[in-house]
């Protein structure tokens, strides 16, 4: 079992940046694929950026492409999400998976609670 803590959500203007942090507990994530998933208010959990366990190989949603950076520390047991030039569409709480890379894409095993991110325009 493994359970997941987000932090660093919070309230920024339009332009700037935030760092969210998902730190795990009960077992390790050196060998899970880990995602960032956000949810608006009224609207569908959706896909942000997902990295491989190796650190090597990521992806990300186009509408955070050049924006977002996903990253892990697999010796800290966290994985991050670097979120710059932000903007009001990127309000939603984000959430941290552990999971797997499939052939129909990321597929989360265990979800953390989600950190609530606020853009003001």
């Known amino acids: 079992q493994v359970q997941l803590v987000e932090s660093g959500g919070g309230l920024v203007q339009a332009g700037g940046s935030l760092r969210l942090s998902c730190a795990a507990s009960g077992r390790t994530l050196r060998t899970h694929a880990m995602g960032w998933f956000r949810q608006a208010p009224g609207k569908e959990r959706e896909f942000v950026a997902e990295i491989y366990w190796s650190g090597f190989r990521t992806y990300y949603a186009d509408f955070v492409k050049g924006r977002f950076t996903i990253s892990r520390d697999n010796a800290k047991n966290s994985v991050y999400l670097q979120m710059n030039s932000l903007k009001p569409e990127d309000t939603a709480v984000y959430f941290c998976?552990?999971?797997?890379?499939?052939?129909?894409?990321?597929?989360?095993?265990?979800w953390g609670q989600g950190a609530q991110v606020t853009v003001s325009s």
């Open positions: 998976a552990a999971g797997r890379d499939t052939v129909v894409g990321f597929v989360g095993d265990y």
